[in-house]
Antibody, heavy 123, light 107 residues
Framework: EVQLVESGGGLVQPGGSLRLSCEASGLTFSIYAMTWVRQAPGKGLEWVSAISGNGGSTNYADSVRGRFTVSRDNSKNTLYLEMDSLRAEDTAVYYC????????????????WGKGTTVSVSS | EIVMTQSPATLSVSPGERATLSCRAS??????LAWYQQKPGQAPRLLIY???TRATGIPARFSGSGSGTEFTLTITSLQSEDFAVYYCQQYNNWPLTFGGGTKVEIK
């Protein structure tokens, strides 16, 4: 069974930094592109970032570009999201999710999700 | 950025009835459209990808249709476990974008 477990959330002051991790099990991690999706309290889903299986290609939402960095360590089956210059509007549950892959092609819809980790940005 | 617009925001349906949810893209996304279900306190669950293909384990009462800019998720004979929020997501262009969601509630 594929499992994704996020960690690293917490309370941070505006302007601060945080690193989220997502540990994957039950899959050949390096094959799959991965994404981060967040959900502010009482709001809908917002895509944050994505990274290809080998880490060579990354993409970001405009709202986080230049402040967040996605990376992965395939030897540790772990996905990361480094978040800098945090703002109150970054407060959300952050989910990591696995993308579908077939025939050496990545499809950026997500078929497995973690339970999420909560980030609160407040003074 | 492709804007995904879902309607209605809330849909009140009686158990056993049919629910029809709409998702519109601001420009064509071909068939690169997914639907997700989210229940309170839970992560989203993939229902449909490729606009019309059910994900593994998804009951046949869920069906998706459409292409280009207009998409529909239909749930026939709503069960109690189907009352939730549903999101569409396009994966045709960067940035990936979600619709604002449709809440399906018990009438």
């Amino acid at each position: 069974e594929v499992q994704l477990v996020e960690s690293g959330g917490g309370l941070v002051q505006p302007g601060g930094s945080l690193r989220l991790s997502c540990e994957a099990s039950g899959l050949t991690f390096s094959i799959y592109a991965m994404t981060w999706v967040r959900q502010a309290p009482g709001k809908g889903l917002e895509w944050v970032s994505a990274i290809s299986g080998n880490g060579g290609s990354t993409n970001y939402a405009d709202s986080v570009r230049g402040r967040f960095t996605v990376s992965r360590d395939n030897s540790k089956n772990t996905l990361y999201l480094e978040m800098d210059s945090l703002r109150a509007e970054d407060t959300a549950v952050y989910y990591c999710a696995k993308c579908f892959s077939a025939g050496n092609r990545d499809y950026y819809y997500t078929d497995v999700w973690g339970k999420g980790t909560t980030v609160s940005v407040s003074s | 950025e492709i804007v995904m617009t879902q309607s209605p925001a809330t849909l009140s349906v009686s158990p056993g009835e049919r629910a029809t949810l709409s998702c519109r893209a601001s420009q064509s996304v071909s068939s690169n459209l997914a639907w997700y279900q989210q229940k309170p306190g839970q992560a989203p669950r993939l229902l449909i990808y490729g606009a019309s293909t059910r994900a593994t384990g998804i009951p046949a009462r869920f069906s998706g249709s459409g292409s280009g800019t207009e998409f529909t998720l239909t749930i026939t004979s709503l069960q109690s476990e189907d009352f939730a929020v549903y999101y569409c997501q396009q994966y045709n262009n960067w940035p990936l974008t979600f619709g604002g969601g449709t809440k399906v509630e018990i009438k």
